[in-house]
């Protein structure tokens, strides 16, 4: 009987290991249940020289040895357990030559469990299409192994894959990682406990302790040792993974070089053009454009539905409700402020629309690109775009994808601009004082309504591009990064995510400023229905005798009894009390209480309007019309007129007004510091360029 | 008389309904809770 080795196919899934798979057994496999699992593994026998014979097997697809489901874990277990019948003689990972840099992160792990790896790099004749080339004798050096070039496709480098694995004595055990620079303390206090046992071995064991409970503890009988929470026990996994990224950073710059001039093929082309230092900013401006025209010319018809519709409810339940303050309550408060919510569903449904297409498209990953070369000489990498465009949703999750940037300076910096970019939250404050403020004609067939929405979203990147270039300038941190990022091929967007992408969302908008908004709207009823004092309690009294002499109709007169008791009542007294400081800006004191109620949240901005200018009304007008009608009593023009409609734009473009985003920041930065610079800051800029723009434009 | 009361009372309900769900989500909630990763689901906090 000859020789037998084990030898163990393993790599990310679709790297071509099947196929690799099939190229060395010559389609001899036998498929057999892994004990315990539902997984396949499927092995087989490969003819090396000198009657050797190797038993491959082909394990399921895993991206690192930090196992987070169960057919993963069976490869960790195999690779733990030197018992196991099929525990591998020589390891081989199949890798992507596409994708080197995240298929190599396994490799490195399995290499530090110091069995002979060998690495086999896949689709090879992919690589004149991406512009790829490799040096293989430095990438073997850096690397310590050795390097099988193959294309399963073409057919060619199975037989050196085959010598290699014949000679696989010869393939240096030595690990890519110090696994104690993970935490030397803590290292170190675990080679005292164990010193008989593979540092790196016991780390896995510990850490697949944290995934999957107990599993494996009495393999190497650690129960003894204190071992750290699971959240440190993460953190140190996410701190392994860095390392080990620069690590293959380090080594895939001078090892690869990837020239996307030289490539061919249609994605190449593509992404020459998409990506190109002008052409790729021309193409993304008229995306852009083009979003925001179909977002104004499609959502006009639903939304105009939703506005009346919540008209009607208001008027229909005073009608059949019993009168009362319960139902004045309802129909006046909690109705016009979830309508004056809801009527923007339409419009942020197409906006999720188009944002989910072009991430699910893989046109993303290429704006990402884009943007890197702006975003350096302000101070900021390419890895801050990647939250700015995700700031265009949320500031929240926008914040935290931050923790991704390795760089102190550059999340710090990206973490204090990103509340500038134009979230969901501001769109229905700018989607209504658009519609009442700039005419609805159209230039070159684009509206002017469309044309000022993403003039506003350009300014809000811009702020933010800026505020990190002045930032830059005064932060003295050392910085030094690199930006690496992985494009995904082109696709034609699967219905199904896109319509999970903008279900989610949406719901998500609807259901958060929801509940605030009618939270809201019950206090500010109330507090716009209570008053103290003669002027409020006597309102009717002292308004008839006051019109006594004018030839007014009775419903005019019902429309001043109902402007002076909101004016005199608490929500009035309180509005007076701030409108000297908004004054100067064009507002008055409705609008004072509507930017006070929306630090809680910005789109509370319009529920609160819409609230307030319905208390008292029986009418069945729509919010829009409600705001339209208002007239500034201080200069007697409409209040919302094009002077301070745009002061209160460029008010909320630059306003940190989301008390959650600072809770966030406070988080990140672990100071109360930081959040307090961006709300002074950006305060004090809104309140600046609203003073300036009105005064200027009056 | 009596509508009046159970409407008044219904108003001071809800007032307080809504000034506790204030106070819990912009008070003492962002002491304690940890934001979801992804937003909208949970309380992302917007």
């Given amino acids: 009987m000859g020789r037998q080795i084990n030898v163990a196919l393993i790599g990310n899934p679709n790297t071509g290991k099947t196929s690799v798979f099939n190229a060395l057994t010559g389609l001899k496999q036998k498929v057999s249940n892994y004990p315990g699992t539902t997984v396949d593994k499927k092995e087989g026998v490969c003819k090396l020289p000198r009657g050797l014979k190797a038993h491959i097997i082909d394990l399921p697809g895993t991206y690192s040895l930090n196992a987070s489901s169960l057919d993963e874990n069976v490869v960790v277990e195999l690779l733990l357990n030197k018992t196991d019948k099929n525990y591998p003689d020589v390891a081989v990972i199949i890798t992507d030559v596409e994708n080197l840099k995240r298929n190599l992160l396994l490799f490195t792990q399995i290499k530090d469990l110091r069995i002979p790896t060998v690495l086999v790099i896949n689709m090879a004749d992919r690589m004149k299409h991406r512009g790829i080339s490799l040096n293989i004798p430095l990438l073997e050096k850096k690397l310590h192994t050795k390097i099988a070039l193959i294309s399963t496709r073409q057919k060619t480098g199975i037989d050196e894959l085959k010598d290699i694995i014949y000679n696989y004595k010869e393939v240096p055990t030595e690990p890519c990682l110090d696994t104690s620079r993970i935490d030397p303390d803590y290292f170190d206090s675990l080679r005292q406990a164990f010193p008989n046992q593979d540092l790196y071995k016991l780390w896995l064991v510990i850490s697949q302790d944290a995934n999957f409970g107990k599993m494996s503890r009495k393999t190497l009988e650690i129960e003894k040792f204190k071992t750290k929470s699971i959240s440190e026990l993460k953190r140190l996994q996410q701190k392994e993974t860095i390392k080990r990224y620069q690590f293959i950073n380090s080594v895939l710059k001078v090892g690869q070089t990837v020239d996307t001039s030289k490539a061919t093929g249609l994605r190449a082309r593509l992404d020459r053009i998409l990506t190109h230092k002008v052409w790729g900013y021309v193409i993304f401006f008229v995306i852009l454009l083009t979003i925001f025209q179909a977002i104004y010319d499609w959502a006009t018809i639903p939304m105009d539905f939703i506005d009346g519709a919540f008209a009607s409810l208001s008027h229909w339940l005073k009608e059949v409700l019993p009168s009362g303050a319960a139902t004045n309550l309802l129909a006046e408060g909690i109705v016009p402020g979830l309508g004056g919510i809801l009527i923007f569903i339409p419009q942020i449904a197409f906006l999720f629309l188009f944002i989910s297409v072009l991430e699910e498209s893989g046109y993303m990953s290429r704006v990402v690109f884009l943007m890197d070369r702006v975003m350096r000489r302000f101070g900021l990498s390419g890895k801050s775009v990647v939250p700015l465009i995700s700031g265009t949703a949320c500031a929240i999750p926008a914040v935290m994808a931050t923790r991704n940037i390795e760089n102190w300076k550059e999340r710090l910096i990206t973490i204090l601009v990103v509340p500038f970019t134009t979230c969901s939250a501001r769109l229905p404050v700018y989607l209504i004082i658009i519609a009442l403020v700039i005419p609805e004609g159209r230039f070159i067939g684009l509206s002017y309504q469309a044309l000022s929405l993403m003039l506003l979203y350009l300014i809000g990147f811009g702020s933010a591009i800026v505020s990190a270039y002045i930032l830059d300038k005064l932060l003295k941190i050392q910085r030094k990064s690199y930006f690496v990022i992985e494009m995904p091929n082109y696709k034609v967007p699967l219905l199904r995510n896109v319509a999970i992408t903008v279900v989610e969302k949406t719901k998500a908008f609807v259901y958060g400023a929801g509940k605030i908004i009618l939270a809201i709207s019950v206090i500010l009823f109330v507090l716009a229905s209570t008053g103290i004092g003669r002027q409020f309690n006597e309102a009717e009294y002292l308004v008839r005798m006051e019109v006594a002499g004018e030839n007014l109709s009775e419903e005019e007169i019902e429309t001043r009894i109902a402007s002076h008791k909101l004016e005199h009542s608490l929500i009035g007294v309180a509005g007076k009390a701030i409108e000297p400081v908004i004054q100067p800006l064009g507002y008055d004191w409705k609008i004072g209480i509507a930017i006070i109620c929306s630090f809680a949240a910005r789109e509370v901005f319009v529920g609160t309007l819409a609230t307030i200018y319905s208390v008292g009304q029986d009418d069945e007008a729509t919010i829009k019309n409600r705001m339209k009608k208002e007239i500034n009593p201080v200069s007697g023009v409409p209040l919302f007129n094009f002077a301070s409609g745009i002061s209160l734009l460029l008010f909320y473009a630059f306003a940190m007004q989301c008390m959650s985003t600072l809770a966030i920041v406070k988080r990140e930065t672990n100071s109360w510091l930081w959040p307090m610079v961006q709300l002074v800051f950006m305060t004090a800029l809104a309140y600046v360029v609203a003073l300036i723009v009105y005064q200027f434009l009056k | ?46």
């Fill in chain 2, 1 to 46: 008389m009596f509508n009046e009361i159970v409407q008044a009372s219904l108003v001071i309900i809800a007032m307080l309904i809504a000034a506790l769900f204030l106070i819990r989500k912009y008070v003492l909630l962002p002491k304690s809770k940890k934001a979801s990763k992804d937003c909208g689901h949970d309380d992302c906090g917007c």
